[in-house]
């Protein structure tokens, strides 16, 4: 039988598991499949949501799901992990429109159970620190799941010279406004800022679920899983989590060097 993912280890048994599969597709079903399987044994589970075209394939997985009865998401509770500043709710970049256009809308979720960083705040600080105490009182997130950026963002953490723990306000770095170009008109509409939950408050997660596709990933895949750990690579503090799966295609996972096919 072909196999369609297969599990890496680099053999040094830390925490982080590694799933290469064949292509986007069987990614998104795996993905699906691990969030699905959390939600089935536990209806009221809390998950931490990404946005980015990486994990919409995993979404559409999700809705499939639910519309053949085989999911339940009425008590499931949801929390993003960033958004534009300033942008409001309503507008079609904004990520509280793209999780209702690429999962909520299709999905029996209670939309008081959903929670997106306020990207219309009048006061952002005020508006971090309400998110994060939200954060707090729930405990954490039972899984969070995470997109990558090209140069190992998560959220909107960029690389710099700290990890900065808890929901903060963020200036995009030049790259990764670039690269997110592509969903605006011009790149002027790109807002400058954003809302992250911290390097903090995604390790808090139960459970981590990255999702990567694509050559653009596969150096930032590398130095997250082999490089140091280093805020110049956000997604290297990962190593340090009890709890990863990383599930990539074969592009996104061709500059590993030291993980291996399982035995
Ligand atoms: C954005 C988001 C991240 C996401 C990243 C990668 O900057 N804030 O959460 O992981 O882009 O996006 P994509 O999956 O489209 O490559």
């Known amino acids: 039988m072909e196999k369609n993912a297969v599990w890496y280890t680099n053999?040094?048994?830390?925490?982080?598991?590694?799933?290469v599969c064949k292509d986007y597709d069987t990614l998104s079903k795996k993905a699906a499949g691990i969030l699905a399987?959390?939600?089935n044994v536990k209806p009221n589970a809390i998950l931490g949501l990404a946005t980015g075209s990486?994990?919409?394939?995993?979404?559409?997985?999700?809705?499939?799901?639910?519309?053949?009865?085989?999911?339940?998401?009425?008590a499931v509770r949801t929390y993003n992990l960033d958004e534009y500043y300033p942008l409001d709710p309503s507008n079609d970049q904004s990520y509280h429109y793209f999780m209702n256009d690429n999962l909520f809308d299709h999905v029996n979720i209670d939309k008081n159970n959903v929670h997106v960083p306020d990207g219309n705040a009048p006061?952002?600080?005020?508006?971090c620190e309400s998110y994060e105490a939200?954060?707090?009182?729930?405990?954490?997130?039972?899984?969070?799941?995470?997109?990558?950026?090209?140069n190992g963002h998560?959220?909107?953490?960029?690389?710099?010279?700290?990890?900065?723990?808890p929901t903060h306000v963020v200036e995009l770095t030049e790259s990764t406004?670039?690269?997110?170009?592509?969903?605006?008109?011009?790149i002027e509409d790109?807002?400058?800022?954003?809302i992250s939950m911290g390097i903090a408050s995604i390790m808090k997660a139960k459970k981590i679920l990255l999702v990567a596709n694509g050559t653009g990933k596969a150096d930032a895949i590398a130095k997250t899983l082999e490089g140091p750990i280093t805020p110049w690579v956000p997604a290297s503090i990962l190593q340090l989590h009890p709890d990863v799966t990383i599930i990539v295609d074969e592009a996104a996972a061709s500059g590993l060097k030291e993980y291996k096919p399982a035995e």
């Open 11 to 19: 053999g040094k048994g830390n925490n982080v598991k590694v799933l």
């Open 37 to 39: 399987g959390i939600v």
């Open 54 to 74: 990486s994990p919409v394939g995993t979404y559409k997985e999700l809705i499939k799901l639910n519309q053949e009865g085989l999911l339940d998401f009425s």
């Open 123 to 127: 006061d952002m600080n005020k508006a």
């Open 134 to 150: 939200m954060l707090n009182e729930v405990g954490g997130v039972d899984i969070q799941v995470l997109g990558i950026g090209g």
């Open 154 to 165: 998560i959220g909107f953490n960029e690389p710099t010279d700290t990890f900065v723990g």
């Open 177 to 186: 406004i670039k690269a997110n170009s592509r969903f605006f008109e011009k």
């Open 190 to 194: 790109v807002p400058t800022k954003a």
